[in-house]
């Protein structure tokens, strides 16, 4: 079954760009059935759709962030990145890459998600 | 965009059955069948437990169940467990601006 991993700097200084990674496992983003994002939690609130790659290469973005996020993946298939540039302390959260599937052309839901990685904007 | 909104709260004691709301628009939860639950407990990551309203993924317990009407959603737990106890958050899909998460939802079990 397919495993997802972020990494990355858990410290990042403001206005610098946050990059992170996700390594699947078990499974590859060219992969037609499924969707790859990013969702982010800030501590103690909920849940934000920041946007995700599907295995064409396409994106799509949560409009408040579109600005200042670029979501891709490598030649290998088996990482996706995202890149958050001009970072603020509102930045500050929980990243998580998850995978998600739809029984349609549109919609859809997440699963599985990773286990997570805290990143703070701090000088 | 605005976050689906569900109680802060809902409580229950052993073995009854809790409901909780997501409310959204006819732009995104009344508009398609998109809306998923998750379930997460403190420090993990959430966990898919329904998805398109009603239908629950392999391994999740059918004491979990969903249901739509117009823009808002259900997620029921019936025969509440202590293990029940977590936050749990819906999502819909929206034509317009992808996905939107509830507010969440703290369950407690007395």
């Known amino acids: 079954q397919v495993q997802l991993q972020e990494s990355g700097p858990g410290l990042v200084r403001p206005s610098q760009t946050l990059s992170l990674t996700c390594t699947v496992s078990?499974?590859?983003?060219?992969?037609?059935?499924?969707?790859w994002n990013w969702i982010r939690q800030p501590p103690g609130k909920g849940l934000e759709w920041i946007g995700y790659?599907?295995?064409?290469?396409?994106?799509n973005y949560n409009p408040s962030l579109k600005s200042r996020v670029t979501i891709s993946t490598d030649a290998s298939r088996t990482h996706f990145s995202l890149n958050l540039t001009s970072v603020t302390a509102a930045d500050t959260a929980v990243y998580f890459c998850?995978?998600?599937?739809?029984?349609?052309?549109?919609?859809?839901?997440?699963?599985?998600w990773g286990q997570g990685t805290l990143v703070t904007v701090s000088s | 965009q605005s976050a689906l909104t569900q109680p802060a709260f809902v409580s229950g004691s052993p073995g009854q059955s809790i409901t909780i709301s997501c409310i959204g628009t006819?732009?995104?939860?009344?508009?398609?069948?998109?809306v998923s639950w998750y379930q997460q407990h403190p420090g993990r990551a959430p966990q898919l437990i329904i998805f398109?309203?009603?239908n629950r993924p392999s391994g999740i317990f059918n004491r979990f169940s969903g249901s739509k009407s117009d823009n808002t959603a259900s997620l029921t737990i019936s025969g509440l467990q202590a293990e029940d106890e977590a936050d749990y958050f819906c999502a819909s899909y929206t034509s317009r601006s992808g996905y939107v998460f509830g507010t969440g939802t703290k369950v407690t079990v007395l």
């Open positions: 006819n732009g995104d939860v009344g508009a398609h069948n998109y």
């Open positions: 078990g499974g590859s983003v060219s992969s037609g059935r499924y969707f």
């Open positions: 998850v995978r998600g599937a739809s029984s349609g052309h549109f919609g859809g839901w997440f699963d599985p």
């Open positions: 398109e309203v009603n």
């Open positions: 790659i599907f295995y064409s290469g396409a994106t």
